[in-house]
Nanobody, 121 residues
Framework: QVQLVESGGGLVQPGGSLRLSCAAS????????MGWFRQAPGKEREGVSC????????YYADSVRGRFTISRDKAKNTVYLQMNSLKPDDAAVYYC??????????????WGQGTQVTVSS
């Protein structure tokens, strides 16, 4: 079965950290630029970060730059999003997706089901 499965979400206090994982099954991520997106209640889905297929180029939204780090492990067929210094505004459902190109404003092509991140004291 071809799918992307996110994991690693949960409840964290402000200032805390989480690492999200996006594991692919049924296909290899090697050739795909990958993106992380998020959607908070009542808000539109927004791009958070992306990484090119070789892993040597990344992009971050202004709101997360310096706090979040995207990476990929080809051996594990997985993409990660390390989130540090989390803020209540970071609370959302986080989705990974394949993207056509890792550029600002890129749109997802093939999506995972999402993982909930809650930031609250």
């Amino acid at each position: 079965q071809v799918q992307l499965v996110e994991s690693g979400g949960g409840l964290v206090q402000p200032g805390g950290s989480l690492r999200l994982s996006c594991a692919a099954s049924g296909f290899t991520l090697d050739y795909y630029p990958m993106g992380w997106f998020r959607q908070a209640p009542g808000k539109e889905r927004e791009g958070v970060s992306c990484i090119n297929s070789s892993g040597d180029m990344t992009y971050y939204a202004d709101s997360v730059r310096g706090r979040f780090t995207i990476s990929r492990d080809k051996a594990k067929n997985t993409v990660y999003l390390q989130m540090n210094s989390l803020k209540p505004d970071d609370a959302a459902v986080y989705y990974c997706a394949t993207v056509t190109r890792c550029i600002p404003g890129t749109k997802g092509d093939f999506w995972g089901q999402g993982t909930q991140v809650t930031v609250s004291s």
